[in-house]
Nanobody
Framework: VQLAESGGGLVQPGGSLRLSCTVS???????VAWFRQHPGKEREFVAT????????HYSDAMQGRATISRDAIEKKVLLDLDSLNRDDTAVYYC????????????????WGQGTQVTVSS
């Protein structure tokens, strides 16, 4: 399984952004999750979606401000972020695990390279 993130960039406070995780290889049955990492801190869970798309979970910090979805045709997992603030500035990673959902970084079997999101005016 290979993962590749895209869509990061500079956004103003209050703005929105769509991140994309392209999934390739033998990924049937793999849940995909988004995590983020602030400088000097551990990677933290943002959202996860099952292979079928029927099971979705969000972190408390992102509940109501993030929407995760799965495009089976394009083989992408999308993360829409709204009402961004400076605390959302981080490197965002997608990870995959052979499970119905994944919320801990240690449970991920595969990772992408990350995409930087910077919230600043």
């Amino acid at each position: 399984v290979q993962l590749a993130e895209s869509g990061g960039g500079l956004v103003q406070p209050g703005g929105s952004l769509r991140l994309s995780c392209t999934v390739s290889g033998r990924s049937d049955g793999y849940a995909v999750a988004w995590f983020r990492q602030h400088p000097g801190k551990e990677r933290e869970f943002v959202a996860t979606i099952s292979w079928t798309g029927r099971t979705i979970h969000y972190s408390d910090a992102m509940q109501g401000r993030a929407t995760i979805s799965r495009d089976a045709i394009e083989k992408k997992v999308l993360l829409d972020l709204d009402s961004l603030n400076r605390d959302d500035t981080a490197v965002y990673y997608c990870g995959a695990a052979y499970a119905s959902s994944v919320r801990r970084p240690d449970d991920c079997d595969y990772w992408g390279q990350g995409t930087q999101v910077t919230v600043s005016s």
